[in-house]
């Protein structure tokens, strides 16, 4: 069942009987239907040269090394608390969670005492890849969805989670907010389709944000991600979301001169493709983070902001340089080190992928001392 001809087959047969359906169901089909989406073929290579995509973890150990170096950092500034939990959302194969448990038990004991681990993450076979992985701190892992997790102290940790969340897609038509769905034309290709609005929060989310689409603009709106941060909020009752992705405020993101067509995106071998309907499972659909969407959701959820910059700036104030040092002192051979350190280049370079992410920074109970713009 991981062929997607089988699912672009049971997509049709759903159309055909019940309707256009709308692009948040096509798309939360394309990519994670149990049997053939996206993320969850085992057949397909997501990664590297064969893949899709470049992930900050995949491209450097520095990435999630400095990652637990800022976590251990925030263990601190909750109290030192004997036990707490780290939840990634969208955790893989385990590689940042492995480097980051690693982390901590080299350089910070206490930390590594006190943490509980729990990956988030829906792929039955990345899940599998990942208790492998991981097979050394069994003991401090668990796997469970971020609904099943409530935790007193904690940190939920997201990177690249809400630009692959299923969104909607709406085109202002005559004055007024149309919604864009999936349909099948006369040869069974599957074809935009425009509806009235599958529900009133497409409109509200445009009310709150102050913004309206120009005459024929077409957008996305990402409903999935507010609703994911407030899960995430109520995992925790103490503690911070980290939150690494890219995106643009609103007033950007619906610039009518700069996205008239929205930010919705197909990728395929690393080559953008054209039609977004196309074969769906086998390529990765992706659309820019609203961060003032999001940080509206933050505040609705009783978050408060602590840091949002870009992930490069973030990084180096985070320690990445010392911690770079570190790990290359600890290496044997000037081939390692040297891979090391250019793995470690691609996420600080000027005009390199770390300039095009930001990092929202949020904090739940207590008081955000810093704001970072």
């Known amino acids: 069942m991981t062929d997607p001809a089988t699912l672009a087959a049971r997509l049709r047969t759903r159309i055909a009987q019940s309707g256009p359906i709308t692009f948040h169901d096509w798309m939360a089909a394309a990519l994670y239907d149990e049997h053939a989406g996206y993320y969850n073929r085992a057949d397909l290579p997501h990664w590297g040269r064969a893949g899709d995509y470049r992930t900050s973890p995949e491209r450097s150990p520095v990435f999630a090394a400095t990652c637990a170096r800022y976590f251990a ?19 893989g194969a385990g590689d940042f ?10 350089d910070y004991s206490q930390v590594f005492a006190a943490t509980r681990y729990v990956l988030d993450e829906q792929s039955a076979d990345a899940r599998a890849r990942a208790q492998t992985r991981l097979a050394t701190y069994a003991a401090r892992v668990e796997f469970r969805p971020l609904s099943d997790v409530s935790a007193p102290v904690g940190i939920v940790f997201a990177n690249e989670l809400l630009d692959a969340l299923p969104v909607h897609r709406v085109v202002m038509r005559g004055g007024g907010l149309r919604e864009l769905c999936v349909g099948l034309d006369e040869e069974g290709a599957f074809v935009w389709a425009e509806h009235a609005p599958s529900t009133p929060r497409l409109a509200e989310h445009f009310a709150r944000l102050d913004v309206t689409l120009a005459e024929g603009q077409t957008a996305e709106v990402n409903l999935a991600a507010a609703d994911w941060l407030a899960r995430a909020a109520a995992a925790i009752e103490t503690g911070y979301l980290v939150i690494f992705d890219y995106g643009a405020d609103a007033e950007e993101l619906y610039d009518v001169t700069l996205r008239p067509a929205g930010t919705l995106r197909a990728f395929q071998g690393h080559q953008l493709r054209d039609d977004l309907l196309a074969h769906p499972g086998a390529q990765d659909l992706t659309a820019t983070v609203n961060w003032t969407q999001i940080r509206q959701a ?3 959820a009783g978050l408060s902001t602590v840091r949002f910059a870009r992930q490069d700036e973030f990084l180096l104030r985070a320690g990445l340089l010392a911690q770079l040092e ?24 000027p005009g390199g992928m770390s300039q095009s992410f930001q990092v929202l920074v949020l904090r739940k109970g207590g008081t955000a001392v810093t704001s970072d713009e």
């Open 73 to 91: 950092d925030l263990h601190a500034e909750l109290g030192t608390p004997a036990r707490w939990t780290l939840i990634e959302c969208g955790a």
């Open 97 to 106: 969670a492995a480097e980051v448990l690693a982390t901590f038990a080299r």
């Open 298 to 300: 933050a505040a609705a």
């Open 326 to 349: 570190q790990m290359t002192a600890r290496l044997n051979s000037e081939a390692e080190r040297i891979a090391l350190r250019v793995s470690a280049r691609e996420l600080i370079l």
